[in-house]
Structures are given as C-alpha cells and as structure tokens.
C-alpha cells in the first residue's frame, strides 16, 4: 500500500524543521558532517517518519490516518512558521517496500522434509532455511 501526505518543510538558518500536520509529527533533518541538512535529507527523515507511523498504527490494529489534500495545508498554520520559510509538499511512502525494509526480524518455522532429502543436503553442505526464503520469494514474487 502506497500513501502520499502533505509535508511543511521550514529552512532555518541550520536545519530544515519538517512537519507532517496529518500524522502530527515532527522532525528535522540533520546530515552528520554537514552544518545544514539538505532537501534530500529532510524529505527521506519525512518518509521514514511516516513509514514508522503508518506502520506503527497498523501493528497495533488502527486505520492508517487518511492525508489531506495539499491545496488544505495553510504554512502559516505550520508549528515552524516563525522560525524560518516554509514550504509544502507531498512525500509517498510505499509502506510494503518499507516494511520489508524495517522488519527482519527471524521466526522459527518447523519444516518437514524426508530423511534422505536432509541427509542430501547435509552432505552438500546446503544452507535448507536459506533455500527455502530463496523459493518463498520466487514463489511469492516478492524481494527484500
């Protein structure tokens, strides 16, 4: 599932402030090295705020907050509008693609397989829970 949400982001002398009216975030971007982050930094701490939001609300069984249109956000109503120039945009997040990106936490799975297919592997030195990811992807049409 994709989803696009309107995002104010406000240049300040050191950083660019970023908020997300419809999921009431708030967040800045700051590229290690740098003195100012860059547009391109803020807008990807955007989409992972967003990402971990609507991940987070479907984790614990909520509806995924609808986004506003962008004509309806006012800058001027934005938290950061004294302290700098704001702008709005919109920033997409394809939450599936972003789940798999967060989530790689393992789970055990029992797998039966006949003795003398294990003892094959065993002697081949084949790693049985890589295949078996390998051939779930391919079968699914899905990769990490």
């Not at 479907?58 to 506003?68: A, C, F, M, Q, Y």
């Not at 702008?87 to 029992?110: C, E, F, G, P, Q």
């Not at 003892?119 to 049985?128: D, F, P, R, T, Y």
Request: proline share 3%; net charge negative; charged share 25%.
């Amino acid at each position: 599932m994709k989803v696009t949400y309107p995002v104010i982001f406000t240049d300040v002398d050191t950083n660019i402030l970023i908020e997300v009216p419809d999921l009431g975030i708030l967040t800045e971007s700051n590229e290690e090295g740098k003195p100012k982050g860059s547009m391109a930094d803020a807008i990807t701490m955007a989409r992972d705020a967003i990402g971990i939001s609507c991940i987070e609300a479907e984790d614990n069984g909520k509806e995924v907050l609808h986004p506003s249109k962008m004509t309806d956000i006012d800058v001027s109503k934005g938290t950061f509008y004294e302290d700098g120039t704001g702008i709005v945009s919109l920033v997409d997040v394809d939450l599936t693609a972003y789940r798999r990106m967060l989530d790689n936490k393992t789970v055990r799975r029992n797998v039966t397989l006949p003795n003398w297919l294990n003892q094959e592997a065993e002697k081949s030195h084949i790693n049985v829970s890589k295949v078996l990811q390998e051939a779930l992807m391919a079968r699914l049409g899905v990769s990490r």
